[in-house]
């Protein structure tokens, strides 16, 4: 089957950096996206990788790694208000269908 | 520019019902997604729209889900015979070109829909 997963919740203070994981499972490949969802709210688009290497974007960065079907994403100088839900997606089947990890929750302490 | 809307923004409604979904994307935009989302969990693809293209509808659960878009703009989901298992938000995004799951994708606010 395709599947992506993700930890399912990750704690850290302000000022911090910390890292998301992603491994999948797909038939056919295109790339890797990032998204994040604060309570309640939509999701919003972070970054997207096609190619392995990291993708650096202000405080975010995401990173693919094709060979070992991995990738994760990179916040740095958490902030109180990156508190949220963080999803990673790919797009499968002729790549209309983007499917999406069960989203690891992040928390940043004071 | 207005982002994606959806309308209503909260649904309750009684086992058996039909109920229908609206979502208005983005001006320009020629991609529209419907996604369902039930708590704490990922987001589940159900349809996509292209243009003039045949839809994707890989995604729709059972043939009581069904969605069009009329003029390559508005687009409606509709569920007949609600079961509870179906309460669920459901998010409608939109992008600009055809190029499925790669360009970024514009969420709605989505639809929280109670079965009872």
């Known amino acids: 089957g395709q599947s992506l997963e993700q930890p399912s919740e990750v704690t850290a203070v302000e000022g911090a950096i910390v890292q998301i994981n992603c491994t999948y499972q797909t038939s056919g490949f295109y790339g890797l996206s990032w998204y994040q969802q604060h309570d309640g709210g939509a999701p919003t688009f972070l970054s997207y990788n096609a190619l392995d290497g990291l993708e650096e974007t202000g405080r975010f960065s995401s990173f693919l790694s094709r060979s070992d079907s991995y990738g994760y994403l990179l916040l740095q100088e958490l902030q109180m208000k990156d508190s949220a839900s963080y999803f990673c997606a790919a797009p499968v089947g002729g790549y209309n269908k983007l499917i999406f990890g069960a989203g690891t929750r992040l928390a940043v302490h004071p | 520019g207005a982002g994606v809307s959806q309308s209503p923004s909260n649904k309750v409604t009684e086992k058996g019902k039909d109920v229908e979904l609206r979502c208005d994307p983005i001006?320009?935009?020629?991609?529209l997604y419907w996604y369902r989302q039930s708590l704490g969990q990922g987001l589940e693809f159900l349809i996509y729209?292209?243009?003039?293209?045949?839809?994707?509808k890989s995604g729709l659960p059972s043939d009581r889900f069904s969605a069009e878009r009329t003029g390559g703009s508005v687009s409606t989901l509709t569920i007949q015979r609600t079961q509870q298992e179906d309460s669920a938000v459901y998010l409608c995004a939109s992008s600009l070109a055809g190029t499925g799951g790669l360009n970024e994708q514009f969420f709605g606010p989505g639809t929280r829909l109670t079965v009872l």
């Open positions: 729209f292209q243009g003039n293209s045949a839809p994707d």
């Open positions: 001006s320009g935009h020629t991609a």
